[in-house]
């Protein structure tokens, strides 16, 4: 066990983070247990503690007798700097236990640029950085979330990645842990990742060898043992009313990222978004039934004494009985002052409504995101709304008394032109004819926020050529002349920031030489921009003998072997291609979820199906 | 609307959370307890809460006091079996007490804040940490630069000492017992007097190091110091 120095501790900003105690945490004896595990994000602890997916591992492990699961996240820089020279390792919330003691570490990797802090974490916990430096004394290091469908650059860190969903994989690794420990850890490291390459949606990086082309692109990537498939596949729950959920999570002391309850209602989207890695991912649509929301409802109430729930999913208000749960929840919780929100609005009046329904009388801010500036490049993308679909909602929300409104853009979408680009600029300055015309008056605040498009694996996008950050900038400044408004504002993201995670989105594992030389010439908190260090990142590329924009503004034809092409989301390639096609053309593909199937995969490979209880009422 | 004034503790469990955070958190107890609590008017109601004093990043309580506004009547006993059943580590209930309805805010009233503070010194310094304390004890007029975000204030420290520092020792620690009047128009935190010891009386202790704890809030007068749940 650590002891913290109280003077450390009145030195560094926010000590709370580091302090642990709080409310739900779960404190087990670990001579009593099989497995200890120390769940991780590699972010700052109010990023760490607002993941949805940990606080449900956290609850289904802590559930199991023979389990310990903790809490670890990325130390601030002043933590760090402490730590570090006052010998503290990297230690957990609850036990203030060495994380080196675990037997399992595990990283929820939500955004390539947290990879630096995975390398930083290890280090400052005293473990080994590589897989292959580490033996059976170590913790096994597992990733998951997202980017695991496209690890590569970070595969030489880690043992084993999850794939899909982990409520019901992360058992199947526990119990295999255990079962390995109680066989006296039987033919070491390599015995244990072979028996976990068995486990379905797990993959062990080192179980492959990658062979490149002289043109630099990967030429294959294929087993080296038995024990490994040709193809891993990502795992998913069928019923999301028969798996645990995050009933009792842990309620920080300290105002975190998301500090209320989390309700999540489905997951899945089927609308279909070309750009949108998670709307592929996540497939297929799988709602939790109205009694099962209502009781998680009143637990996370009783256990938390949050006073708000978000209504969280991919697209909350396409849940087919929204407005019968919301009803039930404000019936619910009215004498208890419990307010109820949605964090994502659909373009259209239905939505409106609802908001007005939810927040009554307090009227901050409407967020949309119709993502392109014309109806031509919405139909590239396939985002399914028109002009007319925005003035109508934007209309509706100022009649109802809404004054400010935030619009979600990205550039560089493939076929995108200035034309395009200026588009966003008439749709802002629309915006405010728009609350002239409704309310007579001038005043409306319009928030433009333009992201730059970063291609990404498993989305039919994943051969475009990401723009380089000079255009990016180019069409930045294009759009900032139009927009001289003083009642819009415009923010735009920093290009070479999206430069880089576009180079480490479609990266292969070569690029375990660029960050281990990037981390250990300071580069950590990459994704914060006070931190962001991008010549280290660019000298770390030039010392490895590789080049960012091979990765991420070359086009790849359709044919190129993907660094990913391994892993598999169920939805097949040639979907992906279709839909490229397709939104080169211009064409819309219809949602799965009300209308016919698009073919993706998913169901048939994976036998899963799309569960919409509106349709089955 | 019925007015319960809580006796409570900020433990070493949660000593470094801040006072908003301290009250965020009963806050949520106070909801997991199912207690009925009282809610503003308005468009973001907010429970009907009060605290006597913040307490500051570091510093840990054995006597915080809160008042909370019911709906309705709840049995005393009742209800703080509930709501102890409901409090984090850290947070205890020592005494509870119903005030009449037009009881005036704590924060009107409290006027008297003492604290120990430890701090680790090397042995051997004992005269020369009593000569500090002594000379602080004597002076006038102290001047200590408080620095906010908002910028740098000079603050005359003296002027808020109830009773000069009284100092023990034990081991290898110095044990500072300070009181601290609470005006309408100001007061200082311990922290900061043991800041404006090191840097002006040579007090010789690492100032990170101090472990300050509050031991009382009282309403004070020339003759008597009353907590304010025994008025």
């Given at each position: 066990?650590?002891?913290?120095d109280p003077a450390i501790l009145n030195r560094v900003l926010k000590p709370a983070r580091y302090t642990g105690n709080e409310w739900n945490s779960v404190k087990k004896d670990h001579s009593t247990v099989a497995v200890t595990v120390a769940l991780s994000l590699p972010d700052v602890y109010e990023v760490g503690m607002s993941n949805l997916g940990l606080k449900i591992l956290y609850q289904i492990l802590n559930n199991r007798t023979d389990t310990a699961a903790e809490r670890v996240y990325a130390p601030w820089v002043d933590m760090e700097a402490e730590m570090r020279s006052h010998n503290i390792p990297l230690y957990t919330l609850e036990s203030l236990k060495p994380v080196a003691e675990f037997d399992i570490v595990g990283f929820s990797l939500q955004y390539e640029m947290s990879y630096s802090n995975v390398l930083n974490m290890l280090d400052l916990a005293g473990i080994p950085l590589l897989s292959a430096q580490r033996d059976e004394n170590d913790p096994l290091i597992v990733g998951g979330g997202p980017c695991t469908f496209n690890a590569e650059p970070a595969a030489d860190f880690f043992d084993c990645f999850i794939l899909g969903e982990g409520e019901e994989i992360i058992e199947d690794l526990v119990e295999v842990v255990a079962a390995w420990k109680r066989a006296d850890k039987v033919d070491g490291k390599l015995g244990l990742l072979k028996k976990l390459a068995h486990i379905e949606g797990m993959y062990v990086p080192s179980l492959y060898d990658v062979t490149y082309n002289a043109d630099n692109a990967v030429a294959q990537v294929v087993p080296n043992c038995t024990e490994a498939g040709l193809v891993v596949t990502k795992r998913v729950v069928?019923?999301?009313?028969?798996?645990?959920?995050?009933?009792?999570?842990?309620?920080?002391?300290?105002?975190i990222v998301h500090n209320r309850i989390m309700l999540e209602l489905f997951r899945g989207c089927t609308r279909g978004c070309r750009f949108c890695q998670a709307g592929v991912l996540y497939r297929p649509v799988r709602e939790r039934t109205p009694e099962t929301l209502l009781k998680f409802a009143k637990e996370l109430v009783a256990s938390t004494g949050y006073s708000?729930?978000?209504?969280?999913s991919l697209s909350s208000a396409d849940y087919s009985c929204l407005p019968t749960v919301v009803q039930s929840l404000i019936d619910e919780f009215k004498d208890q002052n419990v307010s109820i929100s949605l964090p994502s609005l659909r373009i259209d009046s239905f939505s409106i409504e609802l908001a007005?329904?939810?927040?009554?009388?307090?009227?901050?801010?409407?967020?949309?995101?119709?993502?392109?500036g014309s109806q031509r490049l919405r139909d590239v993308i396939n985002k399914g709304v028109t002009e007319k679909n925005l003035e109508d909602a934007v209309g509706a929300a100022f009649a109802a008394g809404w004054s400010s409104v935030k619009l979600y853009f990205m550039m560089g979408l493939p076929t995108e032109t200035d034309e395009d680009v200026l588009g966003i600029a008439k749709l802002a300055y629309r915006v405010l004819d728009i609350y002239k015309q409704v309310t007579g008056r001038r005043g409306a605040k319009v928030t433009i926020s333009v992201a730059c498009f970063v291609p990404k694996p498993h989305t039919p996008f994943e051969w475009f050529a990401q723009d380089t950050a000079a255009e990016f900038e180019r069409k930045q400044r294009l759009l900032k002349a139009q927009l001289r408004d003083r009642n819009i504002t415009f923010n735009w993201h920093d290009a070479r920031t999206s430069f880089l995670e576009g180079a480490f989105a479609?990266?292969?594992?070569?690029?375990?030489?660029v960050l281990l030389s990037a981390w250990s010439n300071g580069a950590r908190f990459d994704g914060w921009s006070e931190h962001f260090k991008y010549n280290v990142w660019i000298e770390a590329f030039k010392a490895a003998e590789l080049d960012p924009h091979f990765y991420a503004t070359r086009e790849r034809t359709l044919d190129e072997v993907m660094p990913w092409d391994h892993l598999s989301s169920g939805a097949t390639k040639e979907f992906l291609a279709r839909e490229y096609g397709q939104a080169i053309g211009g064409v819309l593909t219809n949602d799965c979820r009300h209308e016919q199937c698009s073919v993706c995969g998913v169901c048939q490979e994976l036998?899963?199906?799309v569960i919409d209880w509106g349709n089955k009422a | 609307m019925a007015k319960l004034r809580l006796e409570i503790t900020k433990g070493e469990e949660i000593r470094y959370i801040s006072h908003l955070d301290y009250a965020s958190a009963i806050e949520r107890a106070i909801i997991r307890a199912k207690l009925?609590?009282?809610?503003?008017?308005?468009?973001?109601?907010h429970m009907k809460l009060s605290f006597a004093s913040a307490l500051a990043v570091g510093v840990t309580s054995q006597a915080e006091y809160m008042d909370i506004e019911f709906k309705e009547d709840v049995d005393l006993r009742q209800g703080v079996i509930r709501l102890t059943a409901a409090l984090p580590l850290g947070i205890m209930v020592k005494s509870a007490k119903y005030m009449p309805a037009k009881t005036p805010a704590l924060m009107a009233i409290v006027n008297l804040a003492t604290y120990d503070v430890t701090v680790p010194c090397a042995a051997g310094e004992f005269?020369?940490?009593?000569d500090s304390i002594k000379r602080y004890n004597e002076d006038q007029e102290v001047l200590h630069t408080r620095e906010t975000p908002k910028g740098r204030k000079q603050i005359e420290v003296k002027q808020y000492m109830a009773t000069p520092i009284s100092v023990t020792w034990q081991d290898n620690l110095v044990k500072m017992a300070i009181d601290i009047k609470i005006t309408p128009t100001g007061s200082i935190k311990p922290g900061e007097i043991v800041a404006a010891l090191v840097a002006m009386f040579d007090l010789k202790v690492d100032k990170d190091q101090a472990l300050i704890n509050r031991t009382g809030l009282y309403v004070a007068d020339d003759k008597a110091r009353v907590k304010p749940t025994e008025m």
């Amino acid at each position: 066990m650590i002891t913290l120095d109280p003077a450390i501790l009145n030195r560094v900003l926010k000590p709370a983070r580091y302090t642990g105690n709080e409310w739900n945490s779960v404190k087990k004896d670990h001579s009593t247990v099989a497995v200890t595990v120390a769940l991780s994000l590699p972010d700052v602890y109010e990023v760490g503690m607002s993941n949805l997916g940990l606080k449900i591992l956290y609850q289904i492990l802590n559930n199991r007798t023979d389990t310990a699961a903790e809490r670890v996240y990325a130390p601030w820089v002043d933590m760090e700097a402490e730590m570090r020279s006052h010998n503290i390792p990297l230690y957990t919330l609850e036990s203030l236990k060495p994380v080196a003691e675990f037997d399992i570490v595990g990283f929820s990797l939500q955004y390539e640029m947290s990879y630096s802090n995975v390398l930083n974490m290890l280090d400052l916990a005293g473990i080994p950085l590589l897989s292959a430096q580490r033996d059976e004394n170590d913790p096994l290091i597992v990733g998951g979330g997202p980017c695991t469908f496209n690890a590569e650059p970070a595969a030489d860190f880690f043992d084993c990645f999850i794939l899909g969903e982990g409520e019901e994989i992360i058992e199947d690794l526990v119990e295999v842990v255990a079962a390995w420990k109680r066989a006296d850890k039987v033919d070491g490291k390599l015995g244990l990742l072979k028996k976990l390459a068995h486990i379905e949606g797990m993959y062990v990086p080192s179980l492959y060898d990658v062979t490149y082309n002289a043109d630099n692109a990967v030429a294959q990537v294929v087993p080296n043992c038995t024990e490994a498939g040709l193809v891993v596949t990502k795992r998913v729950v069928k019923d999301l009313n028969t798996v645990g959920y995050a009933t009792r999570p842990v309620v920080p002391y300290l105002d975190i990222v998301h500090n209320r309850i989390m309700l999540e209602l489905f997951r899945g989207c089927t609308r279909g978004c070309r750009f949108c890695q998670a709307g592929v991912l996540y497939r297929p649509v799988r709602e939790r039934t109205p009694e099962t929301l209502l009781k998680f409802a009143k637990e996370l109430v009783a256990s938390t004494g949050y006073s708000e729930i978000s209504l969280t999913s991919l697209s909350s208000a396409d849940y087919s009985c929204l407005p019968t749960v919301v009803q039930s929840l404000i019936d619910e919780f009215k004498d208890q002052n419990v307010s109820i929100s949605l964090p994502s609005l659909r373009i259209d009046s239905f939505s409106i409504e609802l908001a007005q329904k939810l927040q009554q009388v307090r009227k901050s801010g409407l967020t949309f995101a119709p993502e392109a500036g014309s109806q031509r490049l919405r139909d590239v993308i396939n985002k399914g709304v028109t002009e007319k679909n925005l003035e109508d909602a934007v209309g509706a929300a100022f009649a109802a008394g809404w004054s400010s409104v935030k619009l979600y853009f990205m550039m560089g979408l493939p076929t995108e032109t200035d034309e395009d680009v200026l588009g966003i600029a008439k749709l802002a300055y629309r915006v405010l004819d728009i609350y002239k015309q409704v309310t007579g008056r001038r005043g409306a605040k319009v928030t433009i926020s333009v992201a730059c498009f970063v291609p990404k694996p498993h989305t039919p996008f994943e051969w475009f050529a990401q723009d380089t950050a000079a255009e990016f900038e180019r069409k930045q400044r294009l759009l900032k002349a139009q927009l001289r408004d003083r009642n819009i504002t415009f923010n735009w993201h920093d290009a070479r920031t999206s430069f880089l995670e576009g180079a480490f989105a479609r990266g292969d594992r070569r690029m375990g030489q660029v960050l281990l030389s990037a981390w250990s010439n300071g580069a950590r908190f990459d994704g914060w921009s006070e931190h962001f260090k991008y010549n280290v990142w660019i000298e770390a590329f030039k010392a490895a003998e590789l080049d960012p924009h091979f990765y991420a503004t070359r086009e790849r034809t359709l044919d190129e072997v993907m660094p990913w092409d391994h892993l598999s989301s169920g939805a097949t390639k040639e979907f992906l291609a279709r839909e490229y096609g397709q939104a080169i053309g211009g064409v819309l593909t219809n949602d799965c979820r009300h209308e016919q199937c698009s073919v993706c995969g998913v169901c048939q490979e994976l036998d899963v199906k799309v569960i919409d209880w509106g349709n089955k009422a | 609307m019925a007015k319960l004034r809580l006796e409570i503790t900020k433990g070493e469990e949660i000593r470094y959370i801040s006072h908003l955070d301290y009250a965020s958190a009963i806050e949520r107890a106070i909801i997991r307890a199912k207690l009925p609590a009282a809610y503003s008017e308005g468009f973001n109601p907010h429970m009907k809460l009060s605290f006597a004093s913040a307490l500051a990043v570091g510093v840990t309580s054995q006597a915080e006091y809160m008042d909370i506004e019911f709906k309705e009547d709840v049995d005393l006993r009742q209800g703080v079996i509930r709501l102890t059943a409901a409090l984090p580590l850290g947070i205890m209930v020592k005494s509870a007490k119903y005030m009449p309805a037009k009881t005036p805010a704590l924060m009107a009233i409290v006027n008297l804040a003492t604290y120990d503070v430890t701090v680790p010194c090397a042995a051997g310094e004992f005269v020369a940490v009593e000569d500090s304390i002594k000379r602080y004890n004597e002076d006038q007029e102290v001047l200590h630069t408080r620095e906010t975000p908002k910028g740098r204030k000079q603050i005359e420290v003296k002027q808020y000492m109830a009773t000069p520092i009284s100092v023990t020792w034990q081991d290898n620690l110095v044990k500072m017992a300070i009181d601290i009047k609470i005006t309408p128009t100001g007061s200082i935190k311990p922290g900061e007097i043991v800041a404006a010891l090191v840097a002006m009386f040579d007090l010789k202790v690492d100032k990170d190091q101090a472990l300050i704890n509050r031991t009382g809030l009282y309403v004070a007068d020339d003759k008597a110091r009353v907590k304010p749940t025994e008025m």
